[in-house]
Nanobody
Framework: QLVESGGGLVQPGRSLRLSCVVQ????????MAWFRQAPGKEREGVAA???????RYADAVQGRFTISQDKTRNTLYLQMTGLQPDGTAMYYC?????????????????????WGQGTQVTVS
């Protein structure tokens, strides 16, 4: 089970850190990712990280968002800086347990077997 937290209401230009705790089993060396979904839009990949700490980012967040993980805490993070109103969305973490690396098209939702319930981020 994946449980996100850390969302909230922030002003434009501010920062926020999201967390995703993996519950029920030990954090493994697999591909983990953050997605977001704004009202009326499709879910889109934001960032991904693999067991070797290699990362991938969507062009829209490159340089502003940072994905990280703490395996000892079973936790995935997303540090978001310079948030703008277009960052308003429900943010989800996802796990691809089948591989220990993230593909170039990490944004493909079909690759992930487990999803969290989401945490809302509102930038206004």
């Amino acid at each position: 089970q994946l449980v996100e937290s850390g969302g909230g209401l922030v002003q434009p230009g501010r920062s926020l850190r999201l967390s995703c705790v993996v519950q029920g089993y030990r954090y493994r060396s697999n591909c983990m990712a953050w997605f977001r979904q704004a009202p009326g839009k499709e879910r889109e990949g934001v960032a991904a990280i693999d067991g070797s700490y290699n990362t991938r980012y969507a062009d829209a967040v490159q340089g502003r968002f940072t994905i990280s993980q703490d395996k000892t805490r079973n936790t995935l993070y997303l540090q978001m800086t310079g948030l703008q109103p277009d960052g308003t969305a429900m943010y989800y973490c996802a796990a691809d347990w089948r591989r220990d690396w993230c593909s170039v098209n990490f944004w493909d939702v079909g690759q992930y077997q487990d999803w969290g319930q989401g945490t809302q981020v509102t930038v206004s």
